[in-house]
């Protein structure tokens, strides 16, 4: 497979990879694995290109868009993001939840 370079680094990836959402185990095996689908996703984002004009070396556009989708739907892009911010902000000695600033 091509790589492009919006791609995950394999130290990005095995940060990533334990935060993807669990397959359910029910209908048909999956043809792609979770980088690949991820991969395409980062792909779409970074070039701009609609759904439809993806290469077609990456992984069909209707299973990407899909799952693109589905984890958006259930949250998991949320749930993500989140924790990937708690731990950036440890990591800067920083409490895990931002503060609230309202301004009137």
């Known amino acids: 497979m091509k790589r492009y370079p919006s791609d995950l680094k394999d130290r990005e990836w095995n940060i990533l990879a334990f935060l ?6 029910q ?8 980088r690949e689908l991820v991969n395409a996703m980062f792909y779409i ?3 701009g290109c609609s759904w439809r004009m993806m290469p077609s070396d990456l992984p069909y556009w209707v299973t990407v868009y899909h799952y693109f989708r589905k984890w958006r739907k259930e949250g998991s892009w949320q749930k993500i993001n989140n924790i990937l911010r708690e731990r950036v902000r440890e990591k800067l000695g920083r409490d895990k939840q931002q503060s609230i600033w309202y301004f009137r």
């Open 27 to 34: 209908g048909r095996p999956r043809e792609y694995s979770w």
């Open 45 to 47: 984002t970074r070039s």
């Open 20 to 25: 993807m959402p669990q397959p359910s185990g």
